[in-house]
């Protein structure tokens, strides 16, 4: 991908020098919506994880897995966002986090694989008001040929990038921005906790990964650089810490490695791990 105009793209127009892009189920949220759905909805968790795990080892690609998924929850699509709603929580933390960086100029910009109108409700009813200084990009929903979209089987799952295997491709977004200039490009943060965030996690400068999910297993396996995340607490503090010039994005990525490597970061490591990614 070529150098691109930072004009044309949303999140440089207050001209950042950072910029923290996240995904949002089970990041921004404490449960993942679509796990959710798909466990008290659809056809149950022990099928959703199995595909999971084969999306993880490569057996499945992700987009086709989230399509099985989203096809075994029949309810009327405004019946899922209620359920959603009345059952999903924020993180405690991200609120904190999130006016701490409207605050600083730095942009948050939420790259999902989920479905936007899903997280624009979710958005508005956790975060309030506010939500909407916050870009989503994510998949769509459409209603079934003959249907609506609120009866009983009448939607699904429209990808953004429907000739790519994630679905909605995050590597794509992240590109245009790390593309830039460097005397205009910000330092890029995302924050992820697994599959479907394996197309990002190779295109930041520093990726925050949740403690004991599949991200962190993916980023060990492929040398991909990484530090920890419990909450967005932890995030907070790196985060400000990089900001004021107390940590450089390489200790950081140096701090996840050795927390894999001592059994900190809530995952078994592998054995005859690789040797220490290096940082960007």
């Not at 919506?33 to 056809?43: C, E, P, R, V």
């Not at 089987?153 to 953004?160: A, L, P, S, T």
């Not at 921005?177 to 479907?196: N, Q």
Request: with cysteine; aromatic share 10%.
């Amino acid at each position: 991908m070529g150098v691109q105009n930072a004009a044309a793209l949303s999140a440089m127009k207050t001209n950042p020098k950072f910029i923290f892009f996240t995904d949002f189920d089970g990041t921004i949220t404490l449960q993942d919506s679509n796990d959710y759905m798909t466990d008290n909805l659809g056809y149950g968790r022990e099928r959703r994880r199995q595909l999971n795990i084969d999306c993880l080892e490569d057996k499945i690609n992700f987009r086709d897995s989230f399509r099985d998924m989203m096809e075994s929850v029949k309810n009327p699509y405004n019946e899922c966002i209620q359920t959603l709603v009345d059952n999903i929580k924020l993180d405690p933390y991200f609120a904190g986090f999130f006016q701490w960086a409207l605050a600083n100029n730095i942009p948050v910009v939420v790259l999902s694989s989920g479905m936007e109108p899903v997280i624009k409700a979710l958005l508005h009813a956790l975060v309030g008001p506010d939500a909407d200084k916050m870009e989503v990009l994510g998949n769509f929903v459409k209603a079934r040929p003959g249907k609506s979209i609120n009866e009983e089987g009448g939607w699904e799952i429209e990808f953004r990038h429907p000739e790519s295997g994630f679905g909605h491709d995050k590597s794509v977004c992240l590109r245009e921005y790390s593309s830039l200039p460097e005397d205009i490009r910000p330092t890029m943060f995302y924050a992820g906790d697994g599959v479907s965030d394996l197309s990002a996690a190779r295109e930041t400068d520093l990726l925050f990964a949740k403690k004991g999910h599949d991200l962190i297993s993916y980023c060990a396996r492929e040398n991909v650089p990484f530090t920890v995340f419990e909450d967005w607490s932890t995030i907070l503090e790196k985060c400000k810490e990089i900001v004021e010039g107390k940590c450089t994005v390489k200790d950081a990525a140096r701090e996840g490695w050795e927390a894999y490597k001592a059994g900190a970061a809530g995952v078994k490591p592998e054995n005859g791990a690789a040797a220490k990614p290096a940082a960007k």
